[in-house]
């Protein structure tokens, strides 16, 4: 078993920047990825970021040049550099850690509001 914490949203203006920081607690030498999901109300909970233990990342076509994703699964913690925001961004922000065994543990999200 593995608890995820997320923090770091908030209300930003178009253009701005956020970091999002997640820390995982348990069994933590069990994870072998963790990466950002996001969703809206009626859509599809969405990837946004991964990063497995080999460092090797993905990114979603709209987050790629504008998020980056960092970590350190050994640790249990990921981050999510975000910049030049639009208001097609806005959404709750889960981090997720995948565990051997194709096991999936979800945080309690964190609300990023992108507006005037």
């Known amino acids: 078993q593995v608890q995820l914490v997320e923090s770091g949203g908030g209300l930003v203006q178009p253009g701005g920047s956020l970091r999002l920081s997640c820390a995982a607690s348990?069994?933590?030498?069990?994870?072998?990825?963790m990466g950002w999901y996001r969703q809206v109300p009626g859509k599809e909970r969405e990837l946004v970021a991964n990063?497995?233990?080999?460092?090797?990342?993905n990114y979603a076509d709209s987050a790629k040049g504008r998020f980056t994703i960092s970590g350190d699964n050994a640790k249990g913690t990921v981050l999510l550099q975000m910049n030049s925001l639009k208001p097609e961004d806005t959404a709750v922000y889960y981090c997720n850690a995948y565990l051997l065994g194709s096991n999936f543990y979800w945080g309690q999200g964190t609300l990023v509001t992108v507006s005037e």
């Open positions: 348990g069994s933590i030498r069990s994870i072998i990825a």
């Open positions: 990063i497995n233990i080999r460092g090797m990342t």
